[in-house]
Protein backbone atom coordinates (compact mmCIF):
# COMPACT_ATOMS: atom_id res chain seq x y z
CA UNK A 1 0.00 0.00 0.00
CA UNK A 2 1.40 3.66 -0.96
CA UNK A 3 1.65 5.97 1.94
CA UNK A 4 2.47 9.26 1.43
CA UNK A 5 3.10 11.88 4.57
CA UNK A 6 3.52 15.93 4.35
CA UNK A 7 4.61 17.47 6.74
CA UNK A 8 5.98 21.12 7.06
CA UNK A 9 2.95 23.37 6.37
CA UNK A 10 1.71 26.63 8.57
CA UNK A 11 1.50 30.21 9.19
CA UNK A 12 4.83 32.44 7.24
CA UNK A 13 5.05 36.58 6.48
CA UNK A 14 5.16 37.71 3.03
CA UNK A 15 8.43 37.54 1.56
CA UNK A 16 9.39 34.55 4.11
CA UNK A 17 10.25 30.77 3.80
CA UNK A 18 9.21 27.43 4.26
CA UNK A 19 10.34 23.71 3.78
CA UNK A 20 7.75 21.04 3.50
CA UNK A 21 8.37 17.32 3.37
CA UNK A 22 6.74 14.55 2.24
CA UNK A 23 7.98 11.05 2.76
CA UNK A 24 6.66 8.32 0.51
CA UNK A 25 6.84 4.58 1.08
CA UNK A 26 9.20 3.52 -1.90
CA UNK A 27 10.58 5.38 -4.68
CA UNK A 28 8.44 7.41 -7.41
CA UNK A 29 8.20 10.14 -9.44
CA UNK A 30 6.78 12.70 -7.42
CA UNK A 31 4.99 16.03 -7.52
CA UNK A 32 3.91 18.81 -5.61
CA UNK A 33 0.35 20.75 -6.33
CA UNK A 34 -1.59 23.76 -4.52
CA UNK A 35 -5.27 24.08 -4.16
CA UNK A 36 -7.03 27.14 -2.98
CA UNK A 37 -10.66 27.21 -1.87
CA UNK A 38 -12.50 26.94 -4.15
CA UNK A 39 -9.90 26.47 -7.34
CA UNK A 40 -9.01 23.73 -9.08
CA UNK A 41 -5.80 21.82 -7.76
CA UNK A 42 -2.83 23.25 -9.74
CA UNK A 43 0.76 21.56 -10.42
CA UNK A 44 3.55 23.56 -8.41
CA UNK A 45 7.28 21.22 -9.30
CA UNK A 46 7.36 17.76 -10.23
CA UNK A 47 10.89 15.29 -10.00
CA UNK A 48 11.10 12.17 -11.49
CA UNK A 49 12.08 9.00 -9.12
CA UNK A 50 15.78 9.12 -9.94
CA UNK A 51 15.95 13.18 -9.32
CA UNK A 52 17.28 14.00 -12.74
CA UNK A 53 14.55 15.91 -13.94
CA UNK A 54 12.49 18.67 -12.89
CA UNK A 55 9.62 20.88 -14.07
CA UNK A 56 8.13 23.61 -12.34
CA UNK A 57 5.23 26.04 -13.08
CA UNK A 58 6.14 29.49 -13.96
CA UNK A 59 4.46 31.22 -10.77
CA UNK A 60 7.52 29.35 -8.62
CA UNK A 61 10.46 28.93 -10.46
CA UNK A 62 13.07 31.59 -8.90
CA UNK A 63 11.38 30.83 -5.66
CA UNK A 64 10.48 27.56 -5.33
CA UNK A 65 12.91 24.39 -5.07
CA UNK A 66 12.27 20.55 -5.33
CA UNK A 67 14.94 17.85 -3.91
CA UNK A 68 14.55 14.29 -3.01
CA UNK A 69 16.46 12.29 -0.71
CA UNK A 70 16.04 8.41 -1.94
CA UNK A 71 17.65 6.97 0.66
CA UNK A 72 14.64 8.43 2.85
CA UNK A 73 11.93 8.17 -0.21
CA UNK A 74 11.46 11.47 0.89
CA UNK A 75 10.82 15.09 -1.24
CA UNK A 76 11.43 18.32 0.25
CA UNK A 77 9.33 21.41 -1.33
CA UNK A 78 11.91 24.54 -0.18
CA UNK A 79 9.62 27.80 -0.85
CA UNK A 80 11.00 30.78 -0.41
CA UNK A 81 10.19 34.53 -1.27
CA UNK A 82 6.75 33.06 0.25
CA UNK A 83 3.54 35.63 -1.59
CA UNK A 84 0.24 36.06 -0.21
CA UNK A 85 -1.07 33.94 -3.47
CA UNK A 86 0.73 31.15 -2.39
CA UNK A 87 -1.34 30.26 0.15
CA UNK A 88 -3.17 26.90 -0.04
CA UNK A 89 -3.10 23.40 0.89
CA UNK A 90 -0.48 21.39 -0.43
CA UNK A 91 -0.34 17.75 -1.82
CA UNK A 92 2.25 15.72 -2.46
CA UNK A 93 1.42 13.16 -5.13
CA UNK A 94 3.03 9.98 -6.72
CA UNK A 95 2.97 7.83 -9.57
CA UNK A 96 5.22 5.03 -11.05
CA UNK A 97 7.41 5.66 -14.00
CA UNK A 98 9.89 8.75 -14.86
CA UNK A 99 7.69 10.85 -16.36
CA UNK A 100 6.69 14.36 -14.86
CA UNK A 101 2.94 15.17 -15.56
CA UNK A 102 1.27 18.48 -14.41
CA UNK A 103 -2.42 17.05 -14.18
CA UNK A 104 -3.19 15.69 -11.20
CA UNK A 105 -5.01 12.69 -12.89
CA UNK A 106 -1.86 11.43 -13.38
CA UNK A 107 -1.01 10.90 -10.23
CA UNK A 108 -2.46 7.88 -8.56
CA UNK A 109 -1.05 8.23 -4.88
CA UNK A 110 -1.88 11.41 -2.69
CA UNK A 111 -0.75 12.47 0.47
CA UNK A 112 -3.14 14.07 2.95
CA UNK A 113 -2.41 17.62 2.06
CA UNK A 114 -0.71 20.51 4.37
CA UNK A 115 -1.85 24.09 4.79
CA UNK A 116 0.61 26.78 3.86
CA UNK A 117 -1.04 30.32 4.71
CA UNK A 118 0.91 33.74 3.42
CA UNK A 119 0.01 36.56 5.34
CA UNK A 120 0.92 40.26 3.79
Known amino acids: QVQLVESGGGLVQAGGSLRLSCAAS????MAWFRQAPGKERDFVVG????????TAADSVKGRFTVSRDNAKNTVYLQMNSLKPEDTAVYYCGARGGGSIYSSPIQYPYWGQGTQVTVSS
Open 47 to 54: INWSGTSI
Open 26 to 29: ARYT
